[in-house]
Nanobody, 119 residues
Framework: QVQLVESGGRLVQTGYSLKLSCVASGSTFSSYAMGWFRQVPGKEREFVTS????????FYTDSVKGRFAISRDNAKNTVFLQMNALKPEDTAVYYC????????????WGQGTQVTVSS
C-alpha cells in the first residue's frame, strides 16, 4: 500500500511558476514509477508526466514539454512537478499517482491539489 499526499497548488498569474510536491508513505518508494495527472471538471483525467523509479527516464505530454519538469528524491519519498510559464489552460486539479515498475496501471492516487492560472 502507498499513501500519497500532494501539496503546492494555488492561484497564480499567467507566466508564473509553481512547484508541486507529492510525499509517499507505506512502501519502498523507488519501486514505483510516479506520475502526475490533471483533471478539469467535465473532462477526463489526463496524463501530464511520469518518472521511473530510479529517476532515469521521464515522459511528458506534448502540451507541457519544455515548460514542466518532473523529478524525485527517493531519500525523501517525494516526487516534484516544476511548472513554468503557466497558462490558463493548465488550470486543473493535479493528482500524483504511483504504479509498480512492473505494472502498467496506476494503483495509488493522491487527493489532488488545485492549480488555477489566471489570465
Amino acid at each position: 500500500q502507498v499513501q500519497l499526499v500532494e501539496s503546492g497548488g494555488r492561484l497564480v498569474q499567467t507566466g508564473y511558476s509553481l512547484k508541486l510536491s507529492c510525499v509517499a508513505s507505506g512502501s519502498t518508494f523507488s519501486s514505483y514509477a510516479m506520475g502526475w495527472f490533471r483533471q478539469v471538471p467535465g473532462k477526463e483525467r489526463e496524463f501530464v508526466t511520469s518518472i521511473t523509479g530510479d529517476g532515469a527516464f521521464t515522459f511528458y505530454t506534448d502540451s507541457v514539454k519544455g515548460r514542466f519538469a518532473i523529478s524525485r528524491d527517493n531519500a525523501k519519498n517525494t516526487v516534484f512537478l516544476q511548472m513554468n510559464a503557466l497558462k490558463p489552460e493548465d488550470t486543473a486539479v493535479y493528482y500524483c499517482a504511483a504504479r509498480l515498475e512492473t505494472s502498467m496501471v496506476y494503483d495509488y492516487w493522491g487527493q489532488g491539489t488545485q492549480v488555477t492560472v489566471s489570465s
